[in-house]
């Protein structure tokens, strides 16, 4: 059993300017993230959620504080080796799903193992394996014109899944999608979870969402909220 936590955040802070403002999107913000764990940020919108994904997913850096991948204290290492880290250890799934429009859903999928040194038959028998898990194996030839939202959910989860990461970060994964639909994604994803030992971060403001989650961190205000009151106005 794996005790380092895949991700830890120790006292993190980031603000933007934006004019002559400061805004303060996280005031010290500790999190971790176990191995295998389904967990979510919840919060209302302008809490600080995706900001937080951000630092973690290492598109951004904190202005002050710690964040650390596993072995890795990313928040001190340079963009390049950043980018190294994005590619072989963490998924990202974004609400828009970000699938490329001219190619099939296998093209689709395999196309982040492009840019490692994976050969073509070990590409395949992953990309093959990954469209068998989220049940869409007789769909893999088509376009993301021809699937609906949630089949294209799905392949945007296989494709954030092809590198084999330990954590995937997933910005508002059911926004678009129905309830049936959103719950079908999550089915997938908790499957994924007890086969592969992926564990996931989701920033959400869906109900449906986070009642299914192993643990719920609010965010208000940039700050975790654990008060009771603030909490239930974290939730309104
Ligand atoms: N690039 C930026 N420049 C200036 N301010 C920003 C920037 N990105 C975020 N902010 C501000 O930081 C705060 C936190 O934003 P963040 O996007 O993390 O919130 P969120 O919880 O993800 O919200 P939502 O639920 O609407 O997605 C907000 O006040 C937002 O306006
Ligand atoms: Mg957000």
Redesign the pocket.
């Known amino acids: 059993m794996n005790t380092i936590p895949v991700a830890e955040v120790k006292s993190a802070t980031r603000s933007?300017r934006?004019g002559a403002r400061l805004?303060r999107?996280l005031r010290g913000v500790s999190l971790t993230i176990g191995a295998g764990e389904i967990a979510a940020l919840a919060?209302?919108?302008?809490?600080?959620?995706?900001?937080?994904l951000h630092l973690i997913g290492c598109l951004d850096r904190p202005d002050s504080g710690e964040v650390r991948l596993g072995d890795l204290r990313v928040s001190h290492m340079r963009a390049g080796a950043l980018a190294a880290v994005r590619r072989d250890r963490l998924g990202f799934i974004f609400q828009s799903f970000n699938l490329v429009p001219v190619l099939t859903a296998r093209e689709n999928v395999e196309y982040p193992l492009l840019l490692t040194r994976i050969g073509r038959s070990e590409r395949r028998s992953r990309v093959d394996d990954l469209l068998d898990s989220v049940g869409l194996h007789s769909k893999a030839d088509r376009r993301p014109h021809e699937l609906s939202g949630g089949e294209r959910q799905r392949v945007a989860i296989a494709r954030a899944l092809v590198n084999q990461p330990s954590l995937v970060l997933a910005d508002?994964p059911t926004a678009n999608l129905d309830s049936v639909t959103g719950a079908a994604v999550l089915d997938v994803m908790e499957d994924l979870r007890d086969r592969r030992g992926v564990a996931f971060l989701f920033?959400s403001?869906d109900p449906r969402v986070i009642e299914r989650m192993d643990r719920v961190t609010r965010?208000h205000d940039g700050i975790i909220v654990n008060d009771p009151q603030l909490e239930a106005a974290a939730c309104a």
């Open positions: 933007y934006s805004v999107a919060g209302p919108s302008g809490s600080g959620k995706s900001t937080l508002e920033a403001h965010l």
